[in-house]
C-alpha cells in the first residue's frame, strides 16, 4: 500500500476554522489529521500543500515513525507552531489509516481508554461585574462545575477575551475580518480582577470552581502581584500570567503565591514546557496535543515519550 494522493482541506464551520489533511492510498483507504492553528491556518495549509504533500506521494503510509522523522528533520529547519501544527496532521491522518487497516479505533492500539468521562468548563465574560456574575449562575444552572470568568476594563478595552464591543478599533477588525488592536494597561487591570472575583465569591458562592486567563500580558512581576491577589478567592488556576519568553520566570510567580497557576497554550514544543514541569512551577499544562506531541526527539538522540 502506498500513498497517492494528499489533499489539504481549509474549512470554517460555524464559524470555526480548521486546517485538516486527507491522506489517500492506492488501496482505497484514507486517513484523515487536523493540524489547526488558530489565525495561521493558510500557513499550515500552505506548508502542507507546497512542501509536505510532494514528499509523501509513493511512500508507505505504516511506515509513520519513519516519515516523521523524515519530514521533522529533512526541513533543516525545525519546530515552530506551523511546522508543527502541519506534522500534526499527518501523523494523526497515518496513525488513521493504520487503525482502518487493522480494523481497530486507534486509541485501542494505543493502549486502550482511561476514562469514562472528563471535567469541561465553559468560557464567559461581560461589559461588568454583574453581568458576568448572572452569566456564571447561568452555567452553574446549566450543570458546568468550572467556569473560566473574563471581564471588560476601564482603560484598557484590549483585554483579549473580554473586549468591548463598542471600541471603534474593535469593530473595525471584525468588519476587516483583521486582528484587533487593543490598547492594553496593566494596572487597570491588575486592579480589576481581583475585585471582580471578590465580586463573584459574594454572589455565586463556593462551590463552583473559577479561573481566569492573563492571556500572557503580564511581566513576571505583575503576575506574581495578580496571583498573590488573586488567593483569597481559591481559583482553580490563573491561566497563562506569563509568556513562554518569561518562563525561566515562572519561579518567581510561583514563589509569591499559592493560587495555582496554568500555562501552555502558546507552547509550541514540549520541551519549552518540560522545565516548568520537572521544576513545578506550573500546576497545570494547557497544551494543545497537536502543536507539541508531535516532536519525539531531542538533539541529543533519546526519546521522550508524551
Not at 489533499?7 to 489529521?33: E, H, M, W
Not at 464567559?124 to 476594563?153: C, M, N, P, T
Request: charged share 20%; glycine share 10%; hydrophobic share 40%.
Amino acid at each position: 500500500m502506498r500513498i497517492s494522493e494528499v489533499r489539504v482541506i481549509v474549512t470554517c464551520p460555524a464559524g470555526q476554522t480548521f486546517t485538516l489533511v486527507k491522506i489517500l492510498t492506492d488501496a482505497g483507504v484514507y486517513g484523515v489529521g487536523e493540524g489547526t492553528k488558530n489565525g495561521r491556518e493558510l500557513g499550515v495549509a500552505a506548508l502542507l500543500e507546497h512542501h509536505i504533500a510532494p514528499t509523501l506521494i509513493g511512500r508507505d503510509p505504516g511506515a509513520i515513525e519513519d516519515i516523521w522523522k523524515f519530514l521533522y528533520k529533512g526541513t533543516y529547519w525545525r519546530g515552530g507552531p506551523i511546522q508543527n501544527s502541519a506534522l500534526a496532521a499527518i501523523d494523526m491522518a497515518l496513525w488513521d489509516i493504520k487503525g482502518k487497516v487493522a480494523g481497530m479505533p486507534v486509541y485501542s492500539l494505543l493502549g486502550g481508554p482511561t476514562r469514562r468521562g472528563l471535567l469541561t468548563y465553559t468560557h464567559i465574560h461581560g461589559d461588568s461585574f454583574a453581568d458576568v456574575a448572572e452569566k456564571v449562575l447561568q452555567q452553574k444552572a446549566a450543570g458546568y462545575k468550572v467556569i473560566r470568568a473574563q471581564v471588560q476594563v476601564p482603560g484598557a478595552p484590549g483585554v483579549y477575551g473580554a473586549e468591548d464591543a463598542n471600541d471603534p478599533a474593535y469593530q473595525q477588525a471584525r468588519n476587516a475580518r483583521l486582528p484587533y488592536e487593543g490598547a492594553w494597561e496593566p494596572e487597570p487591570y491588575l486592579q480589576i480582577v481581583p475585585q471582580l472575583f471578590a465580586y463573584l465569591r459574594e454572589k455565586v458562592g463556593w462551590d463552583v470552581r473559577l479561573f481566569h486567563d492573563a492571556h500572557g500580558r503580564l511581566t513576571p512581576i505583575e503576575a506574581a502581584r495578580l496571583a498573590k491577589d488573586l488567593e483569597p478567592y481559591k481559583l482553580l488556576y490563573l491561566e497563562d500570567p506569563i509568556g513562554p519568553e518569561y518562563a525561566p520566570s515562572m519561579c518567581r510567580v510561583r514563589q509569591a503565591s499559592t493560587t495555582p497557576l496554568a500555562i501552555g497554550e502558546i507552547i509550541s514544543s514540549k520541551y519549552e514546557i518540560l522545565p516548568m514541569i520537572i521544576e513545578q512551577t506550573i500546576d497545570y499544562m494547557r497544551c494543545s496535543p497537536i502543536h507539541i506531541c508531535t516532536v519525539r526527539e531531542p538533539a541529543g538522540g533519546a526519546v521522550i515519550y508524551g
